[in-house]
């Protein structure tokens, strides 16, 4: 069960978009990412609350 949690999770991470907002490091990046995607998961893994959540950081999404 957890082999397919980490498989779920690579595979959604390499789906990704990528993030950005002005005068970021990669550690708050990643540490707002993470926290976005623990709550995501609180509220049964709506993709758009990971979004939601990004944006109301200060993030874009950068295409």
């Known amino acids: ?33 993470y926290e976005c995607e623990r709550d995501m998961k609180a509220v049964g893994g709506e993709s758009f609350f990971f979004e939601r959540c990004m944006f109301s950081r200060g993030y874009s999404e950068a295409w």
């Open 1 to 33: 069960m957890k082999l397919a949690l980490a498989l779920v999770s690579l595979l959604l991470l390499g789906c990704a978009r990528p993030w950005t907002r002005p005068n970021t490091t990669e550690q708050e990046l990643q540490r707002d990412r």
